[in-house]
């Protein structure tokens, strides 16, 4: 069964989306932003539950308070091709309060070179904005470059994280 629940926070009303485990917890597949690109739309026949998204609403809260660095949510395994899951694997070992260049990412996978690209496009892809900290990926010269849901805010969640002063 397919759940959602709309969280607010500083980057807008954020859309969870995720499923129910045989044990009642959740699975994250999505947090989506408002405007961003690629993002979630709830569809017919999913099932609004906040009740099943607050452990992840507590830890967003506590990640915008300054007051978390990593987060603990189970997500879907599943979602994406096996290169997109490995790059989004990388993006979760970038530490809080740095950066890395897509570069960077894309040798830590074994496709440096022409493979910078590919990686641009699956950081681009990734489906849990915030918990997967895609925002830390920045261009080989400090440059923020894109972001699905703005520069803007990628530039927000790296002046929270203290990278940008």
């Known amino acids: 069964m ?3 629940a709309y969280v607010d926070g500083p980057l807008g009303e954020m859309l969870l989306v995720g499923r129910l485990s045989p044990g009642g917890r959740v699975v994250l597949r999505s947090l989506s932003l408002p405007g961003q690109k ?13 009740e099943a998204f607050e452990e992840v609403a507590g830890q967003l809260r506590e990640y915008f308070a300054g007051e978390r660095e990593r987060f603990e949510v189970e997500f879907d ?3 994406g091709t096996e290169f997109q899951r490995r790059v989004w694997r990388a993006l979760e070992e970038v530490p809080y309060g740095s950066t890395v260049s897509y570069g960077e990412i894309a040798r830590r996978v074994g496709s440096a070179g022409a493979g910078v690209r590919a990686v641009g496009t699956a950081i681009g892809r990734n489906p849990l904005l915030v918990v997967r900290p895609c925002h830390r990926v920045i261009g080989a010269d400090g440059a ?3 972001y699905a849901a703005g520069v803007g805010r990628k530039e927000r969640l790296l002046g929270l994280e203290g990278v940008l002063v």
């Open 77 to 79: 395994g599943d979602a």
């Open 2 to 4: 397919t759940v959602y």
């Open 144 to 146: 923020l470059r894109g």
């Open 38 to 50: 690629g993002g979630v739309v709830v569809e017919d026949g999913w099932t609004s539950a906040p």
